[in-house]
């Protein structure tokens, strides 16, 4: 990673149209791949382990991401590759050996955050923002322990769609650890359906309730909704009305949380 020219461009044009909003926001946000995740994207062509390979990836990352940082944004790793290769790689190994995959991909992520304070890093974890059947996806009770091991301030998980609305109750017997924050996509982003508000609210209460601290959820999407280049699957308008619905939810939900 010889030049970070692009990146940088890419933290001006969005700290550009975000300083251009009436509006300040609380913080701000900007996503990146994790090394594992392009380790699954760009398979190894070069390396004689994939363990080589990912340690490679971790350490000429760590420029972007110490570059992301630098700029005064939160980092957001975008780490797919924790849940959706169990049913692209490892379908037919053992989920004991899939665990072993991601606890590599953990370790690398921490090797690349090395030197970035956790509170100015969250990890955003996913089973793949597509539309389709989901039934081989790992269930994410045993991956919160190794999730947990990931040196961040905050976790972003999907709760959303009907394959994982569920999911939630993982935490009842892997609490979160102190100090790191909650962040339960409440929001699908593979159909054009519009949430309620009361639903949104529900999720947002449920997720406050396992976790035990209002203070320390953040209402989210599931995903992006621009995840594939070239492929939308949400109209522009459904989008804006999803986010509008988060909106009135996390309304609602702070009416009931907090009087």
């Not at 890093?121 to 045993?142: A, I, K, M, Q, S």
Request: glycine letters at 6%.
């Amino acid at each position: 990673y010889v030049d970070l020219t692009d990146a940088g461009r890419e933290c001006d044009l969005f700290q550009r149209c975000t300083d251009g909003e009436p509006r300040r926001f609380v913080e701000r946000f900007m996503t990146a791949a994790s090394p594992g995740t392009i380790a699954t994207i760009l398979l190894n062509a070069h390396y004689d382990s994939h363990e080589r390979y990912i340690r490679a990836l971790a350490r000429e990352m760590r420029k972007e991401y110490a570059l992301i940082h630098a700029r005064g944004l939160v980092l957001q790793l975008d780490c797919p590759d924790l849940a959706m290769e169990r049913a692209r790689f490892f379908q037919d190994e053992s989920l004991e050996g899939f665990l072993k995959f991601v606890e590599l991909h953990v370790d690398a992520i921490n090797e690349a955050i090395a030197g970035i304070p956790p509170d100015r890093v969250r990890l955003h974890f996913c089973w793949g923002n597509y539309d389709g059947p989901h039934t081989h996806d790992v269930p994410l009770e045993p991956l919160l322990p190794l999730l947990y091991r990931a040196r961040v301030g905050a976790l972003s998980l999907p709760f959303a769609s009907p394959r994982h609305q569920h999911e939630w109750k993982a935490l009842e017997g892997h609490p979160l650890p102190d100090g790191m924050l909650l962040l339960p996509g409440v929001i699908d982003t593979t159909t054009n359906v519009v949430e309620h508000p009361e639903v949104v609210a529900d999720r947002i209460a449920a997720a406050v309730e396992v976790v035990g601290d209002r203070r320390r959820v953040i209402a989210s999407t599931d995903c992006g909704f621009g995840t594939f280049a070239g492929s939308e699957m949400i109209a522009h308008s459904v989008v804006w009305a999803k986010l509008a619905a988060l909106k009135e939810g996390a309304a609602l939900a702070t009416k009931r949380l907090w009087g």
